[in-house]
Nanobody, 120 residues
Framework: QVQLVESGGGLVQAGGSLRLSCAAS????????MGWFRQAPGKEREWVAT???????YYADTAKGRFTISRDNAKNMAYLQLNSLKPEDTAIYYC??????????????WGQGTQVTVSS
């Protein structure tokens, strides 16, 4: 059974940092793209970042310069470093793996999410 489990969320003040982790199990994701998404209350889920199997990263405009996606294929892990957090970054953050086709935004596997709350 394939599972993606996020961790590292929490409550942080504006300007602070968090590091989210995504632990994959049930299959190796080393040759797969991995992505991070978020969903704020009352809003649709939005794409945050994607990293290719070779480590090339892609970011939404809202994430550029503040967030960093990375991966450790040996550990079957993906990460999202969140810096300079703003209250509008408050959301549930989801990890996703194994993209569909050539899309950066559609994936076959999803985690349950981890809550990030940024206070002003």
């Amino acid at each position: 059974q394939v599972q993606l489990v996020e961790s590292g969320g929490g409550l942080v003040q504006a300007g602070g940092s968090l590091r989210l982790s995504c632990a994959a199990s049930g299959r190796a994701f080393g040759s797969s793209y991995m992505g991070w998404f978020r969903q704020a209350p009352g809003k649709e889920r939005e794409w945050v970042a994607t990293i290719s199997s070779g480590g090339i990263s892609y970011y939404a405009d809202t994430a550029k310069g503040r967030f960093t996606i990375s991966r450790d294929n040996a550990k079957n892990m993906a990460y999202l470093q969140l810096n300079s957090l703003k209250p509008e970054d408050t959301a549930i953050y989801y990890c996703a793996g194994d993209r569909k086709g050539l899309s950066l935004y559609e994936y076959n596997y999803w985690g349950q999410g981890t809550q990030v709350t940024v206070s002003s």
